[in-house]
């Protein structure tokens, strides 16, 4: 979801694993061109949905932290591909976390129809982020050191 901290939480995961932090929106911007926002307003939605499974799909991760758009649950076929090469993680937030966070909705290159809510995005997209996520974390909070502490320990069982 926009704003529960993938890209930050992300970075500080791969700090402390030793491993390399891939950001899936900074590929699309690399592999276009452009900004993300750019591609909404000017291709349409159906347009970057597409663009970003193309670019999710040919990604071959190795050990890598990755970070995805939210809108990538949208593709079976990117989410197939991801969870067959690591473990997907959901980093959970209420809706109050996610609106005081969102305050850019409208220029962040979010993903969504006109008029459509955090509310309706959250209500549309978690389940799909369940029925992928091999571990799911809470990040209401702003205390990434612990999000990242509790991560570490949810997926040892997972990946050694």
């Not at 690399?30 to 307003?41: A, F, K, M, S, V």
């Not at 459509?116 to 995005?121: E, F, G, K, R």
Request: proline share 4%; with cysteine.
């Amino acid at each position: 979801m926009p704003g529960s901290g993938k890209s930050t939480i992300g970075v500080l995961l791969a700090k402390e694993l030793r491993r390399n932090f891939v950001d899936t929106d900074l590929l699309i911007q690399e592999g276009t061109g452009r900004g993300l926002q750019d591609i909404l307003d000017e291709d349409g939605i159906p347009a970057f949905l597409a663009e970003e499974a193309r670019i999710v799909k040919t990604f071959q991760p190795h050990g890598e932290i990755v970070a995805t758009g939210g809108s990538v649950v949208y593709s079976e076929e990117a989410m197939e591909h991801l969870s067959s090469r690591g473990v997907c993680v959901y980093l959970e937030c209420s809706l109050a976390a996610l609106e005081t966070r969102l305050s850019n909705l409208d220029s962040r290159g979010v993903v969504r129809g006109p008029g459509q809510s955090v509310a309706d995005l959250l209500a549309e997209r978690e389940p799909l982020y369940r029925k992928w996520a091999q571990v799911t974390v809470p990040n209401d909070h702003d205390r990434h050191g612990e999000t990242v502490r509790d991560l570490v320990e949810a997926l040892k069982p997972l990946v050694g």
